[in-house]
């Protein structure tokens, strides 16, 4: 028994003979927060889509909480607790904030769990409490279409964890966001760290400087290096490969 969150060994992914993904090996400790990084064509987005199971890999094996979740349908992964957040946010925009996390929170009511009376996680998290985790409370009653960029990739956020996820995989949260906006969401991705395990995909290095403990480097579908921004930055690896971009 594994006592890492996820554990991956020897993913090859390849789309007609093409590797996306090149005997990668990867691993993460329960409540960390790695951001992985890496040039265009790296195979980061490949790399979070055979977590959540939407593509399979070729070979190799993908060990959630010490579970190989490798042939295990995309709806059932994130039932074990994988949530993914995509680049672009996916709320109702003509639903208040406090209706897309109402929404959200419900969506994981077994039919089961409401005969038996039981309460999941998810159902006992408050719409009210992820208004607050999320910095969204005075807008609570605003319709999301009104939210500010950076707002509704909060708003995402909320709606990922209503789901209690155990891992969170997070693309890209603050492509376009100012500088404010950017502070805040990587304020939010902190303290969600303190109860989650979170990978996050970025490009933003002062957003990853801001966030990262540990950074993980792809390149051509493997790890190239990993370990913290100052060693990451100083590897002539990640220099090489960032100056042939
Ligand atoms: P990144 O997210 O790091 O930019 P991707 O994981 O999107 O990289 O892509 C890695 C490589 O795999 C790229 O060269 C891309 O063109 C290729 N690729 C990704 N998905 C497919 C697919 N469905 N079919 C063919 N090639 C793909």
Redesign the pocket.
């Known amino acids: 028994m594994t006592s890492k969150i996820l554990e991956i060994q020897d993913l090859t992914v390849s789309?007609?003979g093409?590797r996306?993904l090149n005997h990668l090996t990867f691993s993460m400790n329960p409540g960390e927060l790695r951001v992985i990084i890496?040039p265009?064509?790296?195979?980061?987005?490949?790399f979070l889509d055979v977590i959540t199971g939407k593509v399979q890999p070729t070979e190799g094996r993908v060990l959630f909480q010490g579970k190989d979740i490798r042939k295990i349908p995309e709806y059932r992964i994130a039932r074990l607790g994988v949530g993914r957040k995509f680049q672009t946010p996916r709320v109702y925009l003509n639903l208040t904030v406090a209706e897309n996390l109402d929404l959200a929170v419900n969506r994981n009511k077994s039919v089961w769990g409401t005969l038996m009376g039981q309460a999941t996680g998810a159902e006992r998290r408050s719409v009210g409490g992820l208004l607050e985790t999320v910095g969204l409370t005075p807008k609570a009653h605003l319709a999301a279409a009104l939210l500010s960029h950076g707002e509704k990739q909060r708003l995402e956020i909320g709606m990922l964890v209503a789901q209690s996820p155990t891992l969170l995989l997070v693309d890209e949260p603050v492509a376009g966001l100012t500088d404010e906006e950017t502070e805040n969401v990587g304020d939010l991705l902190l303290a969600l760290a303190e109860s989650h395990s979170i990978i996050v995909i970025e490009h933003d290095m002062e957003f990853v400087r801001q966030i990262a403990r540990k950074v993980t480097v792809?390149h051509q579908g493997s790890v190239l290096c990993e370990g913290n921004m100052d060693q990451i930055q100083n590897d002539p690896k990640v220099i090489e490969v960032y100056l042939g971009e």
């Open positions: 789309f007609d093409f996306a890496g265009n064509g790296a195979g980061k987005t490949t792809l």
